[in-house]
């Protein structure tokens, strides 16, 4: 009776007692409560795990340690590794940051730096990053390579030279260039004709996209009026045409004994240009 007792019990422990034994059911493709359900039903309990996949959806078993079809002691864990879905990171946000600092971010995010090519920019400051390809938020898988523009900073501009234009050739000239034009007050000028630029600031050598370019334009030479001097002495008539700007040339009759001056070249009230000579008629 004790024997068969006995043998009931063992028969017990070995089929539905603790020394009884399960194989692990096959939960790849379920997800964690289905896994834990299915486990359950056969008595083995759950841990979890996570991986990511390119081929199984978030949430899905991928796999399970032990595998199917191995025999635990009810009662046991089996290990179920659970997708997160395929593995990809965004592309940051790089612009402005400077070519190490963009590197180092891409690091972060387990992206590697691609090729790099460098272009003009106005705004950018020389070294910084202007642009990546692709562009920021794009997902890529681990190690994939993002390209990089880099700023060169303002291209620089070659000042056209415009002496000598007409105020409208010069001012389009710069203007062409990608310059600004200034206008400075306008000069006298016995060398360059009335409405040509006389002179400009900076002259030559470079700018950047939108600098200023100061232009002067003549006025042609200053025209003053020849006061009139005759019956004047020679010394009252030289002094008063050189109060008026002019240069003073001296013709004299009969060695000019009466120190009178009867008249001049050009006229009085003539309109010449200022600095001119006016010869005096001296008897």
């Known amino acids: 009776m004790l024997l068969l007792l006995g043998g009931g019990v063992g028969y017990w422990y070995v089929t539905a007692g603790p020394g009884a034994t399960v194989l692990v059911p096959d939960v790849a493709g379920q997800t964690r409560d289905e896994a ?22 978030q949430g899905a078993a991928i796999t399970s340690n032990p595998p199917p079809e191995t025999e635990l002691a009810k009662g046991d864990d089996v290990t179920v590794v659970f997708s997160k879905g395929p593995e990809r990171y965004e592309v940051p946000e790089l612009t402005g940051k400077s070519l190490d600092a963009a590197e180092a971010a891409l690091a972060e995010r387990n992206l590697a730096l691609g090729g790099t090519s460098e272009q003009w920019h106005e705004s950018v400051a020389a070294g910084e ?51 600004a034009v200034a206008r400075a007050d306008d000069v006298y000028s016995t060398s360059v004709p009335e409405g040509s630029v006389a002179s400009q600031s900076p002259a030559d050598g470079t700018l950047t996209r939108g600098d200023t370019v100061t232009i002067t334009v003549s006025k042609g030479p200053q025209m003053v009026t020849v006061p009139e001097v005759k019956g004047l002495s020679e010394a009252q008539a030289t002094q008063k045409l050189e109060a008026a700007g002019f240069s003073v040339k001296v013709d004299k009759f009969f060695g000019g004994v009466l120190d009178e001056v009867t008249a001049t070249r050009p006229s009085g009230g003539q309109s010449v240009e200022k600095g001119s000579t006016v010869t005096i008629l001296v008897i």
């Open 36 to 57: 834990a359900t299915t486990l359950g039903g056969h008595d083995l309990g759950l841990t979890e795990e996570s991986a990511f996949s390119e081929e199984v959806p």
């Open 129 to 179: 990053v202007i642009s990546t390809a692709p562009e920021p938020g794009t997902e890529l898988k681990r190690d994939e390579q993002v390209a990089l523009v880099v700023s060169k900073g303002p291209e620089p501009i070659t000042v056209p030279s415009v002496t000598g234009r007409s105020a409208a050739a010069a001012a389009a000239a710069i203007e062409a260039a990608g310059l």
